[in-house]
């Protein structure tokens, strides 16, 4: 999940930072995060998050995992807009099909499309004055993605219907390769958490402070804590599991920290953002 502030008011909030800064440069250095990031994860199985993918990013030592995103056809992931703004699609790729990351197939990104409504703080925001709204993005990729092979780690998911809002108790399984420890390195294996999805006006209350949140945002967290998303998770896949069948609600955004208690993890919402990305996919 991603900065809100600058380092300076980072440091005074406690508040988690981007995950991808060194390696993509975008805002500003990450403030410390819990011990373990993945709060209460479980290592995932074959087959329980084909869409997952990872998105790499090119460095000085070759690409490495920055952020998460999911698979919506075979040549379209979904990730969030704060993990690939400013990149081009050079600067990118993406690997899939295993729930190791390190040994994902990589495919090329051919196409980079932002959300051109995104907003994001910077050092110089005064808390309360932005937020990030629309924090999605489309990658278009330079050859398909074989999602009918019948390999249990590759297939798409659904998109959630436009105007789609889950009700506040739905459960949410979130998944990706977030650090499991503050400054430590990227697990080898995919993590999966579920969470119950907080109303906003709670969560608006709880993220006043910092400019709340709006209607391109759903929220989900334990009432007590201790069950999260966190660094390089951003991107991610939020998805609601009806008998069997997984629908994409959310992108993992930004939020207070890690399983913080009052503090639920922010997700950009499917539903409000459905028409934006039907209308960038093709």
């Known amino acids: 999940m991603m900065l809100l502030f600058g380092i300076g008011e980072a440091r005074r909030a406690g508040l988690l930072g981007v995950a991808v800064t060194a390696v993509l440069g975008a805002g500003s250095l990450i403030a410390s995060a819990p011990a373990d990031a993945i709060v209460g994860g479980v290592l995932e199985k074959d087959g329980d998050s084909p869409w997952q993918v990872s998105v790499q990013a ?5 690409y490495t995992h920055a952020c998460g995103g999911s698979i919506i056809d075979a040549r379209t992931i979904v990730t969030a807009a ?3 703004q400013g990149k081009t699609a050079a600067d990118l790729r993406v690997g899939y099909g295993s729930l190791k990351y390190s040994q994902t197939t990589p495919v090329a990104v051919s196409d980079v499309r ?3 409504n995104y907003e994001a703080r910077t050092s110089s925001d005064e808390a309360g004055t932005k937020d990030y709204s629309n924090d999605v993005a489309v990658l278009k990729l330079a ?3 074989p ?3 019948g390999d249990p780690n590759i297939g798409t998911v659904a998109l959630a219907s436009s105007g789609n809002d889950p009700a506040k108790g739905t459960p949410v399984t979130v998944s990706g390769w977030g650090v499991t420890r503050s400054g430590g390195s990227i697990p080898a294996d995919l993590y999966r958490v579920t969470v119950p999805i907080v109303d906003r006006p709670t969560c608006n209350t709880a993220y006043a402070q910092y400019g709340g ?7 989900a967290a334990e009432e007590e804590g201790g069950h999260d998303r966190c660094q390089s998770d951003d991107g991610g896949p939020a998805v609601t599991i009806d008998g069997g069948t997984a629908t994409l609600v ?4 930004w939020g207070y920290g890690c399983a913080v208690k009052g503090y639920p993890g ?3 919402r499917i539903g409000n953002l459905r028409s934006w990305i039907d209308a960038h996919r093709s």
């Not at 090119?58 to 070759?62: E, R």
């Not at 949140?213 to 929220?219: A, E, K, T």
């Open 114 to 116: 932002v959300h051109e």
């Open 266 to 268: 922010v997700y950009a």
């Open 147 to 149: 999602v009918d092979s």
């Open 58 to 62: 090119k460095g000085w030592s070759g």
């Open 82 to 84: 704060h993990c690939v």
């Open 250 to 253: 959310g992108i993992v955004s």
């Open 143 to 145: 050859q398909d993605i």
């Open 213 to 219: 949140v709006d209607d391109s945002m759903i929220c």
